[in-house]
């Protein structure tokens, strides 16, 4: 089992910038492509970032595209988004997600493991 903790969420500014921090703990050895998603209130669960287990090859949903970052520290089993020029549309929870493997995924429903998920509100 991997355990997987987001942190960095809270309330910005439009324009703003946040950094979401994703900490994986248990069986974290092996290869796991990593995905970042967010659900607005009445809304899905839609993919906004991925990467694959090197963190070399990375996905962006065109409506993040140029503002958010995907990327991921193997020494710290750590997964980060970094989200610039952040509008009132980007507020949602946001979800860190793994699946074992190489590969990246962008498919929601072959992610094995999920955080609980971090409040990200944009607002003025």
């Known amino acids: 089992q991997v355990q997987l903790v987001e942190s960095g969420g809270g309330l910005v500014h439009p324009g703003g910038s946040l950094r979401l921090s994703c900490a994986a703990s248990g069986r974290t050895f092996g290869p796991y492509a990593m995905g970042w998603f967010r659900q607005a209130p009445g809304k899905e669960r839609d993919l906004v970032a991925a990467m694959d287990s090197s963190g070399g090859l990375t996905y962006l949903v065109d409506s993040v595209k140029g503002r958010f970052t995907i990327s991921r520290d193997g020494a710290k089993n750590t997964a980060y988004l970094q989200m610039n020029s952040l509008k009132p549309e980007d507020t949602a929870v946001y979800y860190c997600?793994?699946?074992?493997?190489?590969?990246?995924?962008?498919?929601?429903?072959?992610?094995?493991?999920w955080g609980q998920g971090t409040q990200v509100t944009v607002s003025s």
């Open positions: 997600a793994a699946v074992r493997g190489l590969p990246i995924v962008i498919t929601k429903d072959r992610y094995e493991y």
